[in-house]
């Protein structure tokens, strides 16, 4: 469901990363330079960004972080006791948090991902199955799988096949009781996931349409429209909160 673009030199420091992101579903892009980093942003869903700050990447860490501040920056170095003033300007650049290296390992993974942009996504949205009328079973493993794969244009088969039921049985199961149907859904995590990138300086219509894979920006405004009533240069300003209370007001049904 993404990747965690990482500039550190050990290893050791990567190998834990992967570990305790696999489960996450995010896997680690081990970079040596913030121009890789900013190459990756441009191409894939960046969940967050890890960088040891003791090689002097904390200058260009906050360039980046000024161009996508939605995307959280996370340090990881050997601190020493004399580096209080470097711990000390990595709190005043807002750095998500501090992974200290020979002692982190185990949580590091786990750490990053809780506080990944997925997260923030997931967050913005966590009344959305009580107002979907999400309520069985079945209807919040499917809405936890759309939003794990809000980077692919999912089909109603693929998170069928992930949930180890029939395409039929979950087109009639998601949509029962008022729900929307599950391409409808679908269509809603992706454009609140555009919206969400969009509140990056550093992204235009065009690079957050290739990140999510949609064909073209002129898909993703369409399908913006569809969903929220607005084109996709509207998504910044409206955000994924936005997105799913434009998405309630009379757009939760698909004409397919």
Not at 12 to 34: E, F
Not at 139 to 144: C, K, L, P, V
Not at 179 to 205: F, Q, S
């Amino acid at each position: 469901m993404g990747v965690v673009p990482v500039i550190h030199r050990s290893q050791a420091v990567r190998a834990a990363l992967r570990r305790g992101l696999r489960p996450h579903r995010s896997r680690v892009a081990s970079c040596r330079t913030m121009v890789q980093v900013g190459r990756i942003l441009q191409k894939e869903l960046v969940q967050a960004v890890v960088v040891d700050v003791r090689a002097g990447l904390l200058p260009s860490a906050k360039e980046l972080m000024a161009l996508y501040p939605r995307i959280p920056v996370f340090a990881y170095s050997a601190f020493r006791p004399d580096d209080g003033r470097l711990l000390a300007a990595c709190n005043a650049a807002g750095l998500r948090g501090i992974l200290v290296d020979g002692i982190d390992e185990s949580i590091a993974g786990e750490f990053v991902a809780r506080r990944s942009a997925a997260s923030e996504r997931k967050a913005l949205l966590a009344d959305a199955p009580r107002r979907l009328r999400l309520t069985e079973p079945v209807q919040i493993r499917a809405w936890e799988e759309v939003l794990d794969g809000v980077e692919t244009p999912l089909r109603t088969a693929e998170v069928a096949a992930a949930l180890h039921v029939s395409r039929e049985h979950l087109s009639r199961e998601f949509a029962a009781g008022g729900a929307p149907n599950l391409k409808r859904v679908i269509d809603l995590a992706r454009i609140a996931c555009a919206a969400h990138l969009m509140g990056n300086p550093g992204y235009t219509v065009t690079v957050v349409a290739g990140i999510l894979r949609f064909s073209s920006p002129g898909h993703l405004s369409s399908c913006a429209r569809r969903v929220a009533g607005l084109s996709a240069l509207g998504l910044a300003a409206t955000g994924s909160r936005g997105v799913l209370e434009r998405f309630l007001r009379g757009r939760t049904r698909s004409r397919l």
